[in-house]
């Protein structure tokens, strides 16, 4: 180990890195399994049919907040504490701290989830944590900004920011003010309309100023560092930053058009929609530009093929946007599984392909170990990748049939035999991604065990383990 890697090792906790990305990994599994069993409920075969405790609408409410708060949160952090001291070249504030904000956050996952599942879960989209509950994580995600701004703040007044840095910052003062005005004020203050429309902004920001911007600053580090050469323009990586933070505030109104959410406030959301779209198309020509000369690193490079395809993933869902959020197309998708497709496209097929592809790259420095096995890896990539693009082009057709079988003033029982189909192929996605997720966390078992295989996968680049 050269002096820089001990100098690097010194200021980030690995130990802490590996337990963000255990517990990510375990909420991931309840995911997996509340989702799955969510989606027997359509094709009429939920196992637990009259107990109340495990009714369908709850356990739907663990699966999206086991997402938002185990997986996601975890998973992000994992990548801040790696990331935030090798950039800022200074350790986080309190190792102490750190560890005090990883033990409150699990249980507040886990008391949150029992909660809803005890049927004190709130009426707010995505904010479904009982509201005893809501006070704590307001205080955690205080004390994360807390503990990870001071090295940025140091870094700041020896050379100018990189951008994940900005992105980082962002991220960490915006998600206070979003769970706090999206979570409290319509609880307690905004009844009606107006309520609604402060919840859908939640949803909508709670993505886009916490998850996005975490995201793209593990992008910006992640893919120059692998492919070993700089950004194509940092002038382009700080125009993505402040469009994503003057456009997307705005957005969150485009999930209530039609609504009695006055107009102007409706037109806005689709102005922020549009000018969203453009700024994602210079971030993802930034990154191609870059990646120009080495796009040999997506056959063998798998962390570069995760971000990658996440960037895709991300573009589409982006695109997707500007086009759903016309008054035109929202009369035949509003409430269909066009929108549930929509969110799957970028909750897992963006923010979560990035933490596998940071899970790729960090894992053997770890554990010290070299990965198990390449064609692991191929399986775990391939199975989620179809098994995503399966389950976001059946809900997109779904949600067609359905909106234009409502327009059509048919039925409503026959829009859903309509779906039973759709459904069925839904649950089949879901078995497939869950066998992908599956091959990755036996990999990442045998990995940190030592183990390997006896055969390398052709043509795939064996990873040297390094610090």
Known sequence: MTDHMTEQATIVDYKLVKAHILAAAGFLLVVLVGGLLYSLQFLGSYPFPGIELLSPGRVRMVHTNAVAYGW???????????????????????????????????????????????????????????????PFITVGLILISINLIPPIIKASRDAPLYVSLWYFTGATVWVVLV????????????????????????????????????????????????????????????????????????????????????????????????????????????????????????????????????????????????????LTVQQAIHFTDWVVGHSHLVMFGVFSFWIMGMITELWPRLTGNAWYSQSLHGWAFWLNTLGLALMFIDLTIAGLVQGFSWWGLNHFMDSVRFSVPFWFVRTVSGVIITAGILALFYNMWMTSRGASESEEAAGYEPRTVTT
């Open 72 to 134: 996601l949160l975890n998973g992000l952090l994992a990548g801040m504490y790696w990331v935030t001291p090798r950039i800022s070249g200074y350790p986080v504030l309190s190792k102490k701290l750190s560890w005090i904000i990883f033990w409150v956050l699990q249980s507040l996952v886990l008391i949150a989830a029992v909660g809803i599942l005890a049927g004190y879960g709130q009426a707010i989209e995505w904010g479904e944590t009982p509201t005893f509950v809501d």
């Open 179 to 326: 769970y706090i005005m999206g979570n409290f004020i319509p609880q307690y203050f905004v009844p009606g309309a107006a309520g609604a429309a402060i919840a859908g902004n939640f949803i909508h920001d709670l993505v886009g100023l916490l998850v996005t911007p975490i995201g793209w600053g593990m992008m910006y580090f992640f893919v120059p560092v692998i492919l070993k050469k700089p950004l194509w323009s940092h002038t382009m990586s700080l125009m993505g930053f402040w469009g994503l933070a003057f456009f997307y505030p705005m957005q969150g109104i485009h999930h209530f058009m039609w609504s009695p959410v006055p107009m102007y406030v409706q037109y806005s959301a689709v102005v922020a929609t549009l000018g969203i779209e453009v700024v994602v198309t210079t971030v993802l020509a930034n990154f191609l530009l870059t990646l120009r000369g080495s796009g040999d690193y997506l056959r063998h490079n798998y962390p570069i093929r995760w971000f990658y395809m996440g960037m895709f993933f991300y573009w589409t869902t982006c695109f997707q946007c500007a086009i759903q959020v016309t």
